[in-house]
């Protein structure tokens, strides 16, 4: 069986867009490959971090990750990457393997450098090398991941190759997996824009932990236009095109389905029809994940068997790696 890797960042509680975006397919993708999923905390960390929340936080995405279906019995493994230090490590090895002027043109360097201006420290810049090394780790031949990770994906391979010219075929060379719809959730407040967990207005997204009522409230006050028609046109109706693919994916309904479904009636009812759906698909999930909350010690106790499959996973490709550039064995 081939292998899948992913990872989350943990600057923020999930949203309805990572569900619909990444979570979904990693749950998929894990019955028919060996899935390897992380949370990234040491990506998470080239901006800071309030301790006590970033330690919260990484239980609970961890948490709802774990609650999400991901197939366990088929070899799935979650674990918090800075757990597993192989990561860190081969980061430094392949880190000679990656040109500078590589990593210059990484476009989310450029926009993070924008945004962070005050801290645009190095481990912003090496960012991808970090990911490569996530992946190579663990031999992915897939990469499930958003369209804005797809540059960082074909670094990797750049790397592998480059790598395995020298050094022979040690790494797989992996592909992106960019699945085609539910990729993009925008924000409900301002539908130009993709619905992010680290949004400063909790009415622009939702997130995996809000209740019924919060879902329905958030979906109700989502901004659409001055029309009454629920049809789909993302340039003239952004806002109602998005409610309709979150509903479509939600209720696993095709676009057409819905503005059938919804011909006649007004933007309220199909609000409330959104939310409806999007609490039904979230439920168990947060169900299960406020359990895992509650809970603590059981939840430390799954997440050190889980890193402890990890570590052994990530083992033999790093004992490869440094054998073959010569370093003396340990
Ligand atoms: N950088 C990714 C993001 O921000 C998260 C991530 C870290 C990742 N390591 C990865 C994704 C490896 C895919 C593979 O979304």
């Known amino acids: 069986m081939k292998t899948c890797f992913s990872a989350i960042q943990p600057t923020g509680i999930p949203t ?9 397919n990693w749950v998929n993708l894990s019955r028919e490959y060996t899935g390897i999923f992380s949370i990234a905390d040491l990506h998470a ?18 948490a709802i990750c774990m609650a999400s279906g991901l197939d366990f019995k088929n070899g799935a493994v979650l674990f918090p990457q800075s757990q597993v230090a192989a990561h860190t490590e081969l980061t430094w090895i392949l880190s000679c393997f990656t040109m ?17 201006s005050d801290n645009i420290n190095s481990g912003l810049f090496t960012y991808p ?14 990469v499930p991941v958003g369209s804005d990770q797809k540059q960082h994906v074909e670094l990797t391979r750049d790397i592998a190759v480059r790598f395995n010219g020298v050094y022979g ?8 997996f960019i699945p085609d719809m539910g990729a993009r959730v925008m924000n409900l407040q301002d539908p130009k824009r993709k ?30 236009d001055s029309g009454g028609e629920v049809r789909y046109d993302e340039k003239l109706k952004p806002g109602i095109s998005n409610l309709m693919t979150i509903y479509s994916l939600c209720a696993g309904k095709s676009l057409e389905e819905t503005e059938r479904e919804f011909s006649g ?15 039904t698909a979230l439920a168990p999930i947060r169900d299960c994940a406020n359990e895992y909350i509650g809970n603590p010690a059981h939840l430390d106790k799954l997440m050190n068997e889980q890193t402890r499959r990890a570590t052994e996973l990530a083992a033999p490709m790093l004992k490869q790696v440094k054998n073959a550039m010569g370093f003396v064995a340990d």
């Open 265 to 279: 009636q007004n933007y309220g009812t199909f609000k409330t029809a959104v939310g409806e759906a999007v609490n």
């Open 129 to 142: 090398i970090l990911m490569a090394s996530d992946i190579l780790l663990y031999g992915a031949a897939a």
């Open 100 to 116: 500078y002027g590589e990593l210059s043109r990484m476009t989310q360097f450029k926009d993070k450098s924008l945004k962070n």
């Open 16 to 24: 309805l867009g990572n569900y619909l975006g990444a979570l979904r």
């Open 195 to 224: 619905m992010e967990k680290s949004d400063p207005n909790p009415n622009g997204y939702i997130s995996m932990l809000d209740d019924r009522e919060a879902i329905i409230k958030k979906c109700k006050r989502a901004v659409t």
């Open 169 to 176: 075929d040690v790494f797989v060379l992996p592909e992106p």
């Open 45 to 62: 960390i080239t901006v800071r971090q309030d301790p006590g929340d970033f330690r919260r936080r990484v239980r609970a995405v961890y």
